[in-house]
T-cell receptor, first 110, second 115 residues
């Protein structure tokens, strides 16, 4: 089966940098993705890593280490609007199956 | 970008009745759509994979006779919660792989309350 673990909550100050970790156990791994979900809303795609290393997309970066079954999402220059839940997700079965992590609720404070 | 439209956004129904939720891909064709269930403050749990023109694939523990999925066209998948009970109250959300190379696009979700 698949399992993904994330910290349940993180609090950070506006303008700071925060890292959200994700460890996973899976079979048939294709890649690790990150999604943002505001309360009551739909998840939105942030990033994807298939290979080891860092992928940067504006203020957000995502890292993957396949050998360690570990990844993280890095958010820089935090803004109040970044307060949301962040989910890592493993793609398996040829991208046909997406399994979400437990989710991390990020609270950005002034 | 790809848009997935989901209706209704919320519904209240009486225990024992059935509720149908629609998920449409508006500007792309989706041979595969996914249905998730999310309880408050919890993760998205995959319920089933909806395949156009064939039977859905259900995850372990999901009752296929209770959660009927139909994917009759390349742009529409429906989830029908049959004989709903209060424990079926949840946030149901669909997704499809659109034009984003690796990302999945989600519908806005349906909050179901069974009374």
């Amino acid at each position: 089966g698949q399992s993904l673990e994330q910290p349940s909550e993180v609090t950070a100050v506006e303008g700071a940098i925060v890292q959200i970790n994700c460890t996973y156990q899976t079979s048939g791994f294709y890649g690790l993705s990150w999604y943002q979900q505001h309360d009551g809303g739909a998840p939105t795609f942030l990033s994807y890593n298939a290979l080891d290393g860092l992928e940067e997309t504006g203020r957000f970066s995502s890292f993957l280490s396949r050998s360690d079954s570990y990844g993280y999402l890095l958010l820089q220059e935090l803004q109040m609007k970044d307060s949301a839940s962040y989910f890592c997700a493993v793609y398996s079965g040829g991208y046909q199956k997406v399994t979400f992590g437990t989710g991390t609720k990020l609270q950005v404070i002034p | 970008g790809a848009v997935v439209s989901q209706h209704p956004s919320w519904v209240i129904c009486k225990s024992g009745t059935s509720v149908k939720i629609e998920c449409r891909s508006l500007d792309f064709q989706a041979t595969t759509m996914f249905w998730y269930r999310q309880f408050p403050k919890q993760s998205l749990m995959l319920m089933a994979t909806s395949n156009e023109g064939s039977k859905a694939t259900y995850e372990q523990g999901v009752e296929k006779d209770k959660f009927l999925i139909n994917h009759a066209s390349l742009t529409l998948s429906t989830l029908t919660v049959t004989s709903a009970h209060p424990e079926d109250s949840s946030f149901y959300i669909c997704s499809a792989r659109g034009q984003e190379r690796y990302g999945y696009t989600f519908g806005s979700g349906t909050r179901l309350t069974v009374v």
